[in-house]
């Protein structure tokens, strides 16, 4: 009977011995499905991106490969135009302040003394500040 008692006691560990190699066998095998999953999320998100990307480039290349393209660049980089288009030049020709410039005159000082001097002569003209012109 103690023979019997100790079998019994023996196999009861052997299959909890089992039992507990299974748990952390599948808990270890959920963890990585959890993980894989994760990792499959993250792709499918990669590749969403870069198929927008693709759809992205795919209608640039094919506005490039237009003539729009062709002539938007011609327009803008060199300087070209339609044989249809009308061509305005604008001209800045009022200087600013309203003062009239002679672009053949040289430029005229009216008065050279430092600025000290001027501002001396405009609040004190009893002073007897010399003005050299």
């Known amino acids: 009977m ?12 052997v299959l909890i011995a089992f039992c507990l190699l299974f748990i952390t066998g599948y808990t270890s095998r959920l963890i990585r499905k959890a993980q894989l ?3 499959v999320q993250l792709w499918q998100t990669r590749i969403e991106a870069a ?10 290349r094919t506005y490039v490969q237009s003539d729009a393209y062709v002539h938007q660049k011609a327009r803008e980089l060199l300087g070209l135009a339609q044989p249809a288009d009308k061509l305005v030049v604008i001209v800045d020709s009022t200087p600013a302040f309203g003062v009239a410039v002679d672009p053949t005159q040289p ?7 430092p600025y000290w001097q001027q501002w001396l002569q405009l609040f004190l003209p009893a ?4 003005t050299t012109q």
């Open 107 to 113: 430029p005229t000082v009216t008065n050279q003394r």
């Open 37 to 39: 999953q994760a990792e």
């Open 51 to 60: 198929h927008h990307k693709q759809t992205t480039l795919q209608a640039e």
């Open 2 to 13: 103690a023979d019997s008692m100790r079998q019994h006691r023996f196999l009861l560990f």
């Open 127 to 130: 002073a007897g500040v010399k």
